[in-house]
C-alpha cells in the first residue's frame, strides 16, 4: 500500500489543507504495524540525521498513517524537499524524498542604486543566498525585496525581473534584471488647516523639500515614507512647543504622477487652542527633596505650553534620581487643562521605585575595537549601586575617544530581581585613519603642500600611529608619533615623537641655507580630573644652521655667536581640559592648554610657553559661533639669547588668514621673515547652514574674523602693530575630514605685508 497515491504530489502550500481531508482515509488504509527497518531514498545533499530526526517513529515503533502525515509535515516544513512521499515494504518504512535545487549564484544585472553586497544581505533575510535551497515562492519574496529597497531611494518606476537557469548537480543560478528609472521627485509639499503659522514656515521645519539648488547634495527631495513620518513629528513639535497642546495632524496623502516620476504631499493639521501654563504641582515621593527638584523645573508659569520644557523637566528629574540609585523612576506630566480660558497646569507625579544596583555591564557593536578599551572609560562599577552621573560619565568618555560615530547606553531590569539593572553599551565603529591635506599658492612661496597620516584605534588597542608631512619653499617637515593613552591601569598616557624639520625663512635674497632640527622627545599624560591631565615629558633636539651664501644676518650672528649646531634638551610640563562635544566639528564646549618648555641642558638655555583657549556657543540647532585664543611667549636665559629656531609664526592657516603663511612679525635686513619669541593670535567663526541642506551640519557657511601677530624681544607687545583679516568660506565634513575654503581680505595691514586672499586646509576647527 502507498500512501503517496494521495500525499505525494502535494504543493507544499496546500498540504496542510490536503492531509486536513485525507487524515481519515488514511487510518483506514494502512494497518498498524511493527517497523523492521526505514530506509532513505533520493538524498544527494541532505544528511540523512536530519531526516531521521524529522520522523516521529524509529525502529522497533508501531507505525500508523497519523504518524506518517506528521512525518510528511515535518520534511515538507524543512524547506530542503520538493517532493516526499513514504513507502511501505512490509515491515520497511520507505521515505522517498526529492531534494531542492541549490542556489549556485544570486548575481544582478543593471542594479547601480545600491552595491551588490548591501542586495545580498537584504535577500539573505528571506532565504535566497548562495548555497541555500531554491524555493520560486522565496524568489517571488526576494523580487518584492528588491523592489521595496528601490522604493526607500525614490525609485518608483523600478522594475525587476527574475530569471531561474538550472544547471549541473540539481543546481541553479538566480538572476535579478533590474530597471531603475529615473528617481522621483518631491514637485510641491502644501499643509492645509494652520491659522496661527504660514505654509511657508511651517514647510521650513521639514526635512523633505520641493527640488532646489542643492537637492542633489542633501536629497531631501526624494520621498519616503520613514522620512515623512519624521517630518510628522516634527511639526507636532513645533506646535506643542508654541502652545498648541491639543495639535493632531488629521492626515497626509502622498500623490504620485502617472509617469512615477513627480510626487505631491499634502498634509491637514488641526492647531487646536493655544495654552498658557499657569502652574506647576509636585506630587509624589521626591525623596524629602521637593525643593531640589522644584530647582530643576523647567516649566515657567505665564509662558505658553512647551512639549521640550515638560521633557527637560521629566529628564532632569530622572538624572537626580539616578544618582541615588532610583534607576527605575518615573515621572508622570499630567496636564489640567481649562479649554475657556486657555490654560493649562502641569502637575508632575514621581515614583522612584526601588534602588537598583547593576549587575552586570556589556559591550555591543564593536567589531574591531578591543572590549578592554572600551570598558577602561567606564565609571559605573558592575554588582554597584547605580549611579547615573557615573553612567552619563562613562558615555560621554566612551564618546570622547573618537573611535565611533554613535554611543548608547541601555538599561534592562533584571527579570524577577526589581532592585538589579544591566546596563549595555552599544557603539556604531567609524573608520579611524584620517587623511588631512593642505594646500596654498603664493607668488614668494609658490606651491605649499602639508599631509598627514593617523590611525587612532590601530588594530583596535586604542593606540594612535600618525606619520605627518609638510612642505614648502621655505619648510620641510617630517614627523612620526605614536600615543599609548594607557600606558599604566591608572590612565597615565605616554607618547613618542621623531621629527626632522628644515626651514628656509621666506623672502630671503639666498637659496642656500637651511635650519635642520633633528630630534625625539617622550611624554606622559596624568589624568588629575575626568577632564584635566597634566603632561610631563624630555626630549634631545639637534638643530643645524646650514649655508654656503646669503645667511641672513639674524641667523649668521646666533651661528657666529653660539656655532653651527645646538644641542638642546627640552623639557616640557603640560595641561590640558577638553569639554568640547566634537574635537572635529564642535558645537558647544571649552578646550584649553598650556604648555610649557625649558631649555635647561645642552647648549641653550631658554623658556618657551604657549596658552591656548577655544570656547563654542550654540546659538541655535544649526547656527555657532566659535571663538579661540592662543598667546606664546619665550625668553632666554643665564644671559644667553632666545634660540632664533624656537621662534613663533604668524600669518596664514591657523593664525591670521589672508596673509601669507609665517610672513607676519619681524623682519631681517636681509628681507626673510624671521618669527619672535611672542605671539598673540585671535580667531573667530560664525557658522550658518549651507542654503538649502537644511539642519545638515556637515556643510555649512562661515565668517571669520582674525587678528594677530609676533614680536622679538626687543620689542613690546603692541596692539597697534596687530594685523587683522575678515572673510567668508565653506566647511565640509567630507570623507576624508574637514575641508575648509576661505576667501578674505586684510583690515589692518601695512604695505610691506604679503597678502593671500585665498586659502584652503583640511583639519579641525581653526
Known sequence: MRLSNFLSRFHPVALALALGCAAP????????????????????????????????????????????????????????????????????????????????????????????????????????????PFDRAQADRAEQEIKRQYLTRSLYGAEVVTTITPIEKNQVNVSFSVTEGGVARIRDIHITGNQAFSEVELIDQLDLTPGGLMTWYTKSDRYSQ???????????????????????????????????????????????????????????????????????????????????????????????????????????????????????????????????????????????????????????????WYDGRRI?????????????????????????????????????????????????????????FNASVRQDNIFGSGN?????????????????????????????????????????????????????????????GVPVTELDKVFLGGGLERTDILASSALPEYYFRYRADYGTSSVTVPLTLGWQRDGRDNAMAPNSGTYQRVNLELGAFGDTRYFRSNAQIQQFWPFTKTVTLGVNAEMGYGVGLMNR??????????????????????????????????????????????????????HDRSLRIFGYADAGNVWNETENLQLSSLRASVGVGLSWMSPVGPLKFSYGKPVRYFPQDKIQNFQFQMGTAF
Do not use: C, W
Not at 425 to 445: H, L, R
Not at 502 to 517: A, M, W
Not at 644 to 670: C, H, I
Open 464 to 524: 594612535y600611529f600618525g606619520i605627518d608631512f609638510n612642505t614648502t619653499t621655505a619648510t620641510r617637515m617630517l614627523n612620526f608619533s605614536s600615543v599609548d593613552p594607557y600606558f599604566t591601569e591608572d590612565g597615565v598616557s605616554r607618547s613618542f615623537d621623531m621629527y626632522y624639520r628644515t626651514n628656509k625663512p621666506i623672502n630671503s635674497q639666498g637659496e642656500q641655507y637651511k635650519l635642520v632640527t633633528v630630534g625625539g622627545s617622550v611624554r606622559f
Open 25 to 132: 482515509q488514511v487510518a483506514q488504509a494502512v494497518t498498524p504495524f511493527q517497523i523492521a527497518d526505514i530506509r532513505i531514498e533520493g538524498l544527494a545533499r541532505t544528511d540523512a540525521g536530519s531526516v531521521f530526526s524529522a520522523l516521529p517513529f524509529r525502529t522497533g515503533d508501531n507505525y500508523t498513517d497519523e504518524k506518517a502525515v506528521v512525518a510528511l509535515r515535518a520534511l515538507f516544513a524543512s524547506g530542503h524537499f520538493k517532493d516526499v512521499r513514504i513507502d511501505v515494504e512490509g515491515p520497511v518504512v520507505v521515505v522517498v524524498v526529492q531534494e531542492r535545487p541549490i542556489i549556485a549564484h544570486v548575481d544582478f544585472v543593471g542594479a547601480k542604486e545600491f552595491d551588490r553586497d548591501t542586495l545580498i544581505r537584504s535577500l539573505k533575510d528571506v532565504g535566497v543566498a548562495d548555497g541555500m
Open 392 to 448: 552619563r560619565l562613562s558615555r560621554d568618555r566612551i564618546d570622547r575617544l573618537g573611535y565611533f560615530s554613535q554611543v548608547d547606553v541601555e538599561q534592562q531590569e533584571v527579570p524577577g530581581s526589581p532592585d538589579e539593572v544591566d546596563l549595555t553599551f552599544t557603539v556604531k565603529e567609524k573608520p579611524n585613519g584620517s587623511m588631512m591635506i593642505g594646500a596654498t599658492y603664493s607668488t614668494a612661496d609658490h606651491l605649499g
Open 226 to 384: 520613514t522620512k515623512l513620518n519624521a517630518d510628522r513629528e516634527t511639526l507636532r513639535s513645533f506646535y506643542l512647543n508654541r502652545g498648541y497642546l491639543e495639535f493632531d495632524i488629521a492626515s497626509s496623502q502622498v500623490a504620485i504622477s502617472p509617469d512615477k516620476q513627480d510626487i505631491g504631499i499634502t498634509i491637514n493639521v488641526k492647531e487646536g487652542q493655544h495654552y498658557t501654563v499657569t502652574g506647576v504641582k509636585l506630587t509624589g515621593d521626591y525623596l524629602g527633596q521637593d525643593e531640589a527638584f522644584g530647582a530643576l523645573v523647567s516649566i515657567r508659569p505665564g509662558q505658553a505650553y512647551r512639549l521640550d520644557d515638560v521633557a527637560a523637566t521629566i529628564r532632569a528629574f530622572n538624572e537626580r534620581f539616578g544618582l541615588f540609585g532610583y534607576a527605575f523612576a518615573r515621572i508622570e506630566a499630567l496636564p489640567q487643562v481649562d479649554r475657556k480660558t486657555g490654560q493649562v497646569v502641569m502637575t508632575l507625579h514621581a515614583d522612584p521605585g526601588r534602588r537598583a544596583y547593576v549587575r552586570r555591564i556589556q559591550i555591543s557593536g564593536n567589531t574591531r575595537t578591543r572590549d578592554e578599551v572600551i570598558r577602561r572609560e567606564v565609571r559605573q562599577f558592575e554588582s554597584a
Open 641 to 694: 639669547p632666545y634660540p632664533v629656531f624656537k621662534n613663533f609664526y604668524a600669518g596664514g592657516l591657523g593664525t591670521v588668514r589672508s596673509f601669507d603663511q609665517n610672513s607676519l612679525g619681524p623682519v631681517d635686513v636681509t628681507g626673510a621673515y624671521i618669527g619672535g619669541s611672542r605671539r598673540l593670535n585671535l580667531n573667530s567663526e560664525l557658522y550658518v547652514p549651507f542654503p538649502g541642506v537644511g
